[in-house]
T-cell receptor, first 115, second 114 residues
Framework: DAGVIQSPRHEVTEMGQEVTLRCKPI?????LFWYRQTMMRGLELLIY????????DSGMPEDRFSAKMPNASFSTLKIQPSEPRDSAVYFC?????????????FGEGSRLTVL | AQSVAQPEDQVNVAEGNPLTVKCTYS??????LFWYVQYPNRGLQFLLK??????LVKGSYGFEAEFNKSQTSFHLKKPSALVSDSALYFC????????????FGSGTRLQVQP
């Protein structure tokens, strides 16, 4: 079974440009998470969905960030406009939410560099 | 609120020696505790979890962790370290109630010397 698939793996863009990161969760999983990893702040939860519905978006930095999950097999994280401080590795993870006990399965990450 | 602390940025151990990576947590209710490992330029991989039951949990690659409720700790251990265990290790916690996602610690880099 394929794991969580993220694209692109690497993205280099200029400040002010729109960035879209994509994620395909593991089939059958009903929860999807977006995390951001930086040296300074570690691993931060941005948003998570349960059954395609956003449950907690308190970690989304500001209005420049938006996330969608139009169906059970696809999610996007969009940054518009991008800024240099958005440079980070963005991870998508999925799980089968079973009384909060299910472990997360992570994708390989999307490394974003904003110049 | 839920939080987790990993007090050591780095742990150095010689190959063949036992290793311990420390983790303490704080939750309002009962904790669900997890350990993950991250190799360079890779995503996090699940190692083990504690949900309920036996305080000693065994996981992948010979790792185990001990849940200690009185000390609010969940230290990761391995009896004999391998050079290939060198990686970044994350402890994570979530409460047993509510809708919070996993909260991760800052990570501990394990360096196993040959």
């Amino acid at each position: 079974d394929a794991g969580v698939i993220q694209s692109p793996r690497h993205e280099v863009t200029e400040m002010g440009q729109e960035v879209t990161l994509r994620c395909k969760p593991i089939s059958g999983h009903n929860s999807l998470f977006w995390y951001r990893q930086t040296m300074m702040r570690g691993l931060e939860l941005l948003i998570y969905f349960n059954n395609n519905v956003p449950i907690d978006d308190s970690g989304m930095p500001e209005d420049r960030f938006s996330a969608k999950m139009p169906n059970a097999s696809f999610s996007t994280l969009k940054i518009q406009p991008s800024e240099p401080r958005d440079s980070a590795v963005y991870f998508c993870a999925s799980s089968f939410r079973r009384a909060n006990t299910g472990e997360l399965f992570f994708g390989e990450g999307s490394r974003l560099t904003v110049l | 609120a839920q939080s987790v602390a990993q007090p050591e940025d780095q742990v150095n151990v010689a190959e063949g020696n036992p290793l311990t990576v420390k983790c303490t947590y704080s939750v309002s209710g009962n904790p669900y505790l997890f350990w993950y490992v991250q190799y360079p330029n890779r995503g996090l991989q699940f190692l083990l979890k504690y949900i309920t039951g036996d305080n000693l949990v065994k996981g992948s690659y010979g790792f185990e962790a001990e849940f200690n409720k009185s000390q609010t700790s969940f230290h990761l251990k391995k009896p004999s370290a391998l050079v290939s265990d060198s990686a970044l290790y994350f402890c994570a916690v979530r409460e047993d109630t509510g809708r919070r996602a996993l909260t991760f610690g800052s990570g501990t880099r394990l360096q196993v010397q040959p």
